[in-house]
């Protein structure tokens, strides 16, 4: 098992330094850009509230001396407060001591969306023989799912697709976690549609919702010292 103590920026490293919501929103621009593979240091709590943010897509796995490696944010124990969607959509890349608080997303899904929700990220991937590794991170607030009517494309729909919510990560793919916290209440309801042969199928969990192999199975994913004692709720209104 992998673990990271909090490691303050050094002078003089080639890395990515976040302490204001600019930064932030700097930090994006170049995820977005792509390519970005840079370590992150948080050194700052970070106020989001109000602020609209789109999550990101970071898949920092690269190769050092033919070694498959990724990126590290490192939170150092700082918070980032009032975030109303997921930091990442999709996230390959370690994380270490971020924390979140007053978390509020609210969202509607369907039967034709394949969506996942956690506060760090609804996905996250392990890349080619590179694990992930998320430790000491914590989230507190709240996560509401509702699909509401479907489209009507959405009426003679024969497949099945998963929703996985958690309070840190929705779904993880080759991954350990370890010692997180999660404390977002989660709520979902689904309703299903006339002749949907198959309904929505959700997977909640305090801390991730739903984990499995990466890379076929080679990689697994281990949860390790979690703990959560949120409320989750989950109502199908057929």
Not at 153 to 161: E, L, M, P, V, Y
Request: glycine share 8%; proline share 2%; charged share 15%.
């Amino acid at each position: 098992l992998r673990s990271f103590g909090a490691i303050p920026y050094q002078a003089n490293q080639d890395v990515f330094i976040i302490s204001s919501v600019a930064d932030l929103k700097d930090f994006a621009t170049q995820v977005n850009a792509g390519s970005f593979t840079k370590d992150v240091y948080l050194v700052e709590d970070i106020d989001m509230t109000g602020v609209e943010w789109t999550p990101l897509k970071w898949k920092s796995s690269h190769t050092v001396n033919d070694v498959a490696t990724a990126a590290t944010f490192h939170g150092n124990g700082y918070s980032i407060t009032g975030m109303t969607q997921p930091l990442f959509h999709t996230l390959q890349a370690n994380v270490n001591g971020l924390h979140f608080k007053k978390v509020n997303i609210t969202t509607n899904t369907t039967v034709t969306a394949d969506a996942s929700f956690g506060t760090l990220a609804g996905y996250l991937l392990a890349a080619t023989s590179c694990r992930i590794y998320i430790s000491n991170c914590s989230a507190e607030g709240k996560i509401t799912v509702s699909n509401p009517d479907y489209i009507e494309s959405a009426i003679s729909h024969d497949g099945n697709k998963d929703h996985s919510y958690g309070g840190i990560i929705g779904r993880a793919y080759g991954a350990d976690i370890d010692s997180c916290v999660g404390n977002v209440d989660i709520t979902v309801t689904a309703i299903t549609a006339p002749n949907v042969k198959r309904r929505m199928s959700a997977n909640v969990g305090g801390v991730v919702g739903y984990v499995a192999s990466a890379n076929s199975s080679t990689i697994h994913t281990n949860i390790y010292n979690c703990v959560s004692s949120a409320t989750l709720s989950y109502e199908d209104k057929a």
